[in-house]
């Protein structure tokens, strides 16, 4: 645990989305809670060297796909987040909602539209059928938001736990 950031990422859906901005940066900030917001207003490539980062070494990673975007590329972005939110350290957490449906100026396109209603039922199903500690398909943003306070809380404990149990060398 002590070798991840205790940090919350909040990757997903980008693009024009506010529920970073709206529901999650404010409670967190009320709590004092860290976390990593990758939508910036001017994104370049050096902004892939600091998400990678965060990506490998958050405690928590939130991976919402929301109805606002067709969200192909976030939902090819989940099986290596899974990779390395749980396989690569055991003591990550990885939260994930996928929207099963589009807003309605994106079903303007029949064929973007089909292609990501489909592509994000088949993550969703994918995910629903994985056992592993530490990751969990949650239906709504709020219910993300709690689990994510919940899970911070919780990572908050067992530092202190092992921190005060742990063997030292005097």
């Known amino acids: 645990m002590s070798s991840?950031?205790?940090?919350?990422?909040?990757?997903?859906?980008?693009?024009?989305?506010?529920?970073?901005?709206?529901?999650?940066i404010p409670k967190y900030e009320n709590l004092g809670m860290n976390y990593f917001n990758p939508q910036v207003d001017n994104?370049?490539?050096?902004?892939?060297?600091?998400?990678?980062?965060?990506l490998a070494e958050d405690s928590i990673i939130l991976f919402p796909i929301t109805s606002?975007?067709?969200?192909m590329g976030?939902?090819?972005?989940?099986?290596?987040?899974?990779?390395?939110?749980?396989?690569?350290?055991?003591?990550?957490?990885?939260?994930?909602?996928?929207?099963?449906?589009?807003?309605?100026?994106l079903m303007q396109n029949e064929i973007l539209a089909k292609e990501s209603?489909?592509?994000r039922r088949l993550v969703l199903e994918?995910?629903?059928?994985?056992?592993?500690?530490?990751f969990y398909v949650v239906k709504t943003l709020l219910a993300m938001l709690n689990l994510s306070i919940e899970l911070f809380n919780q990572q908050t404990q067992?530092?202190?736990?092992?921190?005060?149990?742990?063997?030292?060398?005097?």
């Open 117 to 119: 209603l489909r592509a």
């Open 74 to 105: 976030s939902l090819s972005e989940i099986g290596f987040s899974l990779l390395h939110a749980l396989r690569l350290n055991g003591d990550r957490d990885l939260v994930v909602l996928i929207d099963q449906h589009l807003d309605d100026e």
């Open 158 to 170: 067992k530092i202190s736990i092992k921190e005060k149990y742990s063997y030292k060398i005097s």
């Open 43 to 54: 994104w370049d490539p050096n902004c892939a060297v600091l998400e990678a980062q965060h």
């Open 4 to 24: 991840l950031r205790k940090c919350i990422g909040l990757f997903g859906t980008c693009g024009t989305s506010t529920f970073r901005k709206k529901l999650f």
């Open 68 to 71: 606002e975007t067709y969200g």
């Open 126 to 134: 994918h995910s629903l059928k994985l056992k592993l500690s530490g």
